[in-house]
Nanobody
Framework: QVQLVESGGGLVQPGGSLRLSCAAS????????MAWYRQAPGKQRELVAT???????NYIDSVKGRFTISRDNAKNTVALQMNNLKPEDTAVYYC???????WGQGTQVTVSS
């Protein structure tokens, strides 16, 4: 059973940056498409970005040009670099193996002055 552990959340001012990381156990990580989701208070969980095993990436419109998803198959990690953060980016961010029920525990990102 693959397990995912996120890290890197925190409190940041608007315009600031954070880098989230997700570490996966298991030797078959490199075969999976990975995703980052987020869930703001009172809202449904939404997909933020995906990266395929071929390193193709996709983003929701609201984060394009500000967020970058990346992966390191040698280290079994996937990252989300978040720049120019806005208050509306405040949410719990989750790492996920795409189209599976495998989720990390989540990490809180708060953007506030």
């Amino acid at each position: 059973q693959v397990q995912l552990v996120e890290s890197g959340g925190g409190l940041v001012q608007p315009g600031g940056s954070l880098r989230l990381s997700c570490a996966a156990s298991g030797s078959i990580f490199k075969f999976y498409t990975m995703a980052w989701y987020r869930q703001a208070p009172g809202k449904q969980r939404e997909l933020v970005a995906t990266i395929t095993n071929g390193f193709n990436t996709n983003y929701i419109d609201s984060v394009k040009g500000r967020f970058t998803i990346s992966r390191d198959n040698a280290k079994n990690t996937v990252a989300l670099q978040m720049n120019n953060l806005k208050p509306e980016d405040t949410a719990v961010y989750y790492c996920n193996i795409w189209q599976t029920s495998v989720w990390g525990q989540g990490t809180q990102v708060t953007v506030s002055s």
